[in-house]
């Protein structure tokens, strides 16, 4: 009889192990910028295809790696960070578990190539699904680049569980912002799909990078605290209670540079706060932490996302008190004298940021601008005649006044919002019942969300019920959409919830529920669409006078006149 229980075969296991470290692309991000960084890069590129999904490739121009290194940096437990059991309790890099670049290196096509100074030559090894497939000599700049392709394409399973482009892309964007606010004397960038969508220059300001990172609104809002007790040092910024979240996301918590989720100090920030804040309110709260590093195990979780304390309750009450000063009527904040070089944090004497000017709480922004946008009645009395597709994303028309483009996707979006908005105000949503409710699993931060919006989920037919920590069953959803998609849209309603508390646009949740509905409905861009497509499109949404932009306030349609047409072509008549 064969056995019943099997070490499994490496691949298998090396599946599984990966699984750890690898959970989606944000987490190679991750990974790849924590290697730049421990390499002592000054400045880290990401380039993103897909939100990652495609392709990765983060360079820096840190220490590289030696030629007869390189290929050994892709074992497991490969790490030149640690040597000895000790050094596990002093840890002074972000990595050192040695797993990422095999995990990632095992679940896709990776290329390294690297340089390091003295060499003349760098090397470039290229694996797949984690077999180095070719070691040779190149040439190319000092540091590191490290390109990973098609993702988990060796685990379709794997690759299924992943959301839609945006949410991934809003995952890999968190780990970039998060590390880069703790880096400030690093040059970051990130581009996606060849667009830069940040770049952050190098200071040795901490507030210059938290103003780039978080904006300069919310500066204005912040107010410095520091403090030194023993070995502890807490230094950073709260907001002033002019400036709340309807969640705690604006809560960065570092313990020595680390991002770290600590439930324990979050609790000494709503602690800090109790006072200040009504509940159901948070602070925005950036906190930096250092303490020893023989003090606290950062090896409690495979993507170190966690830490230990080894003296909770005394790191619990520095940052209490670190923090309460900031409520105290004459600000008694004690100076700190932390170490500058090390953590990039400035102690100058001065308070750091102007009081506020005006409260700025979540202010509920307008979702459609009142800008002029070309007459549509005037349009519809002409009929606007479609002339065709242009690069499968605009529709090109033209009506009396010269020719208009039309976004397909921004429009339909638009269409489909005020219609399902009107479903939903007349009660005449319909909804389909699930026989057999399938299961959501989400994570805290949106299972929060959910949990504090269930009523509006309710009046818009997604019934759902709460079965177990972070998971729901779908008993309903707007018939509007596809069975198939519910857990799909849960996700993408709460990503947009998330989006709009983060941009501290408008918190209304059932409007965040109809814009994300109709985004997830209305026709993509870059699809071919035929000429009766067009024609519905373009028709149905005349009726809409003032609706010149998209539910996420993009401009729906663009007009050309024949006036500048004309002076364009530099004609007289
Ligand atoms: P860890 O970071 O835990 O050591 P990794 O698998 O992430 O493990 O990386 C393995 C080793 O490869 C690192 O210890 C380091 O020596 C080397 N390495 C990885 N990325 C870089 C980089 N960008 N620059 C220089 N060395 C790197
Ligand atoms: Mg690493």
């Known amino acids: 009889m064969p056995r019943k229980i099997q070490v499994l075969p490496e691949p298998i296991a090396q599946s599984i192990a990966a699984g750890e470290v690898v959970e989606r692309p944000a987490s190679v991000v991750k990974e790849l910028i924590e290697n730049a960084i421990d390499a002592g890069a000054s400045e880290i590129v990401v380039e993103l295809e897909t939100a990652g999904l495609q392709r990765i490739r983060v360079y820096d121009n840190g220490a590289g790696i030696d030629p007869e290194d390189v290929p050994v940096a892709l074992q497991r437990y490969a790490t030149s960070k640690i040597k000895r059991l000790e ?23 990776l290329t390294i190539k690297t340089r390091v100074p003295q060499a ?39 690759r299924k569980f992943l959301k839609s482009t945006r949410s991934e892309l809003h995952q890999a964007l968190n780990h970039f912002l998060r590390l880069s606010l703790s880096y400030p004397s690093i040059t970051f960038k990130l581009i996606h799909d060849g667009r830069l969508l940040h770049e952050l220059l190098k200071t040795d300001s901490v507030d210059v990078r938290i103003e780039a990172v978080l ?50 100090i979050y609790k000494a920030i709503m602690e800090a706060y109790r006072h200040a804040v009504p509940t159901g309110k948070y602070p925005w709260v950036i ?53 500058e070089g090390k953590t990039g944090i400035p ?7 102007q ?36 690069h499968g994303t605009y529709l090109v028309c033209e009506v009396e006044q010269g020719l208009m483009l039309v976004d397909q996707h921004a429009a339909h979006e638009r269409i489909l919002y005020e219609e399902y908005r009107k ?48 998971l729901y069953a779908i008993r309903s959803v707007p018939s509007l959409i596809e ?45 071919r669409m035929r000429q009766e497509e067009m024609d519905e499109l373009v028709t149905r949404l005349s009726p809409f006078p003032q609706s010149t932009t998209c539910p996420h306030g993009r401009p729906l349609c663009f007009l050309l006149t024949w006036e500048e047409l004309k002076r364009e072509f530099r004609r007289s008549r």
């Open 423 to 470: 479903a939903y105000e007349t009660g005449s949503l319909a909804v389909v019942k699930f026989l057999i409710p399938p299961l959501i699993e989400l994570s805290a931060e949106e299972s929060f969300l959910l949990s504090s919006s269930l009523e509006e989920f309710q009046a818009l037919g997604f019934e759902l019920d709460p079965v177990g920590e972070r």
């Open 287 to 339: 906190l930096w932490i250092e303490v020893p590093p023989y003090s606290v195990d950062v090896n409690v979780h495979p993507t170190k996302a966690e830490v230990r304390f080894r003296d909770p309750e005394r790191v619990f009450q520095t940052a209490l008190r670190a923090l309460r000063a900031l409520h105290e009527p004459e600000s008694m904040i004690q100076e700190g004298h932390l170490d």
């Open 215 to 264: 904006g300069s609104d919310l500066v204005q809002h912040l107010q410095r605290v520091s403090l030194e007790e023993g070995e502890i040092r807490v230094s950073g910024y709260g907001s002033l209670p002019s400036l709340l979240k309807g969640n705690a996301e604006g809560f960065y918590i570092y313990v020595n540079r680390r991002y770290a989720r600590d439930r324990m």
């Open 87 to 109: 050094d596990l309790f002093n840890i002074r890099t972000l990595g050192f578990r040695g797993e990422a670049l095999p995990s990632i290196a095992s679940v896709s096509q």
């Open 120 to 158: 003349l030559t760098g090397s470039r090894v290229v694996s797949e699904g984690g077999e180095i497939k070719s070691v040779s000599e190149i040439g190319c700049p000092i540091g590191t680049e490290v390109e990973v392709r098609n993702l988990f394409y060796n685990l379709p399973v794997k």
């Open 355 to 390: 009081p506020p000017s005006a409260p700025r709480g979540e202010a509920v922004v307008p979702m459609v601008r009142d800008r002029p946008g070309p007459e549509w009645e005037e349009m519809r009395k002409s009929g606007p005649r479609i002339l065709g597709q242009a």
């Open 483 to 527: 069975e198939k998609d519910a857990q799909q849209v849960i996700w993408e309603i709460l990503d947009e919830m998330s989006l709009r508390k983060r941009e501290g646009k408008g918190t209304e949740t059932v409007d965040a529920l109809l814009v994300a509905l109709s985004c997830h409905a209305a026709v993509k861009g870059n699809l």
């Open 347 to 353: 102690l100058s004497q001065r308070p750091f940021f």
